[in-house]
């Protein structure tokens, strides 16, 4: 069985750029999840979809993050503008339903100079 | 405001000796995982802990969990090498709901040596 996939593996941008991460999560698992890991700290949670629906957005800073999961599979994180706090890594993960165990992607490591 | 500690932070140990990691969360919570990340590498699922009293064990590792008490633990026994990871405790908040989110400690690194 595949597992979570993420592109790009890594990104560098300068700020003020914009920058959007893809998740393609395991085949049938309907929760989809975008955390963000700072170095030296565990995963914080950012998004999750049931679905093609929201289910907790509340640690999004919306001023400048946006996500959409629009077909109910893949899904899309965007950073619009960059500033140099992003930089982390951002992980995705699935479950096959709303707490099942988490499976996370590779994630793609991003860097704002 | 919710709360997981992980103590030790970092954990140098020797090849065969035995130690333990705790996990400390500040709300009621049914649901604990364990993730082992390796440097540069995504996070594995180790361990799902279901309900007070659980124990769980594969190879080297058990853990266990008291809800009552708000804490989990990770026991290592004979350590080697291939253990050399960072872990990773995650509390689920969804206590009496449906949300299934996840709030992680700053994970305990650990050093395996000869």
């Known amino acids: 069985e595949a597992g979570v996939a993420q592109s790009p593996r890594y990104k560098i941008i300068e700020k003020r750029q914009s920058v959007a991460f893809w998740c393609n999560p395991i085949s049938g698992h309907a929760t989809l999840y975008w955390y963000q890991q700072i170095l030296g700290q565990g995963p914080k949670l950012l998004i999750q979809?049931?679905?093609?629906?929201?289910?907790?957005d509340s640690q999004l800073p919306k001023d400048r993050f946006s996500a959409e999961r629009l077909k109910g599979v893949d899904s899309t994180l965007k950073i619009q503008p960059a500033k140099l706090e992003d930089s982390a890594v951002y992980l995705c993960?699935?479950?096959?339903?709303?707490?099942?165990?988490?499976?996370f992607g590779p994630g793609t490591r991003l860097t704002v100079l | 405001e919710l709360k997981v500690e992980q103590n030790p932070l970092f954990l140098s140990m020797q090849e065969g000796k035995n130690y333990t990691i705790y996990c400390n969360y500040s709300?009621?919570?049914?649901?604990l995982y364990w993730y082992r990340q390796d440097p540069g590498k995504s996070l594995e699922s180790l361990f799902v802990?279901?309900?007070?009293?659980a124990v769980k064990q594969e190879g080297r590792l058990m853990a266990s969990l008291d809800t009552k008490a708000r804490l989990s633990t990770l026991h290592i026994t004979a350590a080697v090498h291939d253990l050399s990871a960072t872990y990773f405790c995650?509390?689920?908040?969804?206590?009496?709901?449906?949300?299934?989110?996840?709030?992680f400690g700053k994970g305990t690194k650990l050093s395996v040596k000869p």
């Open positions: 802990l279901l309900s007070n009293g």
């Open positions: 995650a509390v689920d908040l969804s206590y009496g709901g449906s949300q299934g989110n996840l709030i």
């Open positions: 993960a699935s479950s096959q339903r709303i707490r099942d165990t988490q499976y």
């Open positions: 979809f049931q679905n093609n629906g929201v289910v907790d």
């Open positions: 709300t009621t919570s049914d649901r």
